[in-house]
């Protein structure tokens, strides 16, 4: 993590269906109370190019919604804008961008009105090869500039896709990297000790490609959601969900989760201000107001978004 010099970093440490069910959506959701809490996700769009107004109603419907601030994924800089100018017709809300991926990058939107938010770092050396997508590192507080409210940083995260040893081998390499890159920064005494993780990872959290995180001073709460380690999904390729019918898979293709959320742990850490059980995999139809999985799936992502929620005083 590279050390924070300028002034207005300082200041900040001191001081978001067409189709036919875009009414489905309103009424099934809830807006939230930013000044009690916060609604913190993140979401894999699929190959989201923006030159599809459907898809850019349907995702600005489940973002405004559903969170406060969320990481992207698979994001083309003409998305960014469209997805942008679609939200801001509701609420006032910005995006970072990542610089690499092509156009198929990380971004973090936020809402503007709630929320100061500020690039700080790529981790570069997590992409291995150049051609992948660097962990985007942001600074971020929610509420008013002096006010002792909920600040951290917040590292948006996609690892390497696909199956066979080669993505296999990348995505354990990535996440040897992505550990020395968490310990430098909790080694580093200007670090916010509130770090938290979220991305596609593209394995679950006991999946050897994760080794390197798995005894990190993280706690992964997408792990509570998860099958258990010895039904392997990966092979099962099922799409199984808890008794009461909400799903324990996040990506469709491989039934598994695979997009996580992870927070440095208490005392200090954001674990501190996460409310307990409140992490969820958004449903198609029992949160996002779809008529069917299948309408979802094929008019969205294969991804489901994932949320968590903390508290900001």
């Not at 992207?72 to 690499?100: D, Y």
């Not at 002096?146 to 199956?163: S, Y």
């Not at 850490?269 to 799936?297: C, H, M, N, W």
Request: proline share 4%.
């Amino acid at each position: 993590m590279q050390k924070l010099q300028s002034k207005k970093f300082k200041c900040l440490y001191t001081s978001w269906l067409s189709i036919c069910c875009i009414a489905a959506i309103a009424s099934c959701s809830n807006p939230s109370t930013i000044a009690d809490k916060i609604r913190l996700g993140t979401f894999n769009l699929e190959n989201f190019d923006g030159l599809k107004a459907e898809k850019v109603d349907a995702v600005s419907q489940i973002i405004e919604r559903n969170f406060d601030v969320i990481g992207l994924q698979e994001v083309s800089p003409i998305a960014a804008e469209k997805l942008k100018e679609k939200l801001n017709k509701s609420k006032q809300w910005e995006f970072i961008l990542g610089e690499t991926g092509g156009r198929q990058r990380v971004a973090l939107f936020y809402r503007k009105d709630a929320i100061t938010a500020q690039k700080v770092t790529e981790w570069q050396q997590v992409n291995i090869t150049g051609t992948l997508r660097s962990p985007l590192v942001t600074y971020l507080k929610v509420g008013q500039k002096d006010a002792k409210d909920f600040d951290f940083t917040l590292v948006v995260v996609h690892q390497k896709g696909g199956g066979g040893k080669d993505a296999d081998r990348l995505r354990q390499n990535q996440s040897d990297r992505l550990r020395q890159e968490v310990d430098k920064y909790q080694q580093n005494s200007q670090s916010d000790p509130d770090l938290i993780l979220l991305g596609d990872f593209n394995s679950p959290t006991w999946a050897d490609q994760n080794r390197g995180l798995r005894d990190a001073p993280l706690t992964f709460l997408t792990r509570t959601i998860e099958t258990d380690a010895k039904e392997n999904c990966l092979k099962k390729r099922g799409q199984p969900k808890t008794p009461d019918g909400r799903p324990r898979f996040s990506n469709r293709g491989t039934g598994c989760v695979i997009d996580h959320i992870a927070i440095s742990k208490s005392p200090k850490g954001a674990e501190e201000e996460y409310i307990p059980q409140s992490v969820q995999i958004l449903d198609p139809q029992k949160d996002l107001g779809f008529d069917s999985d299948r309408t979802y799936f094929s008019k969205v992502s294969d991804h489901l978004p994932v949320r968590a929620i903390f508290r900001v005083k």
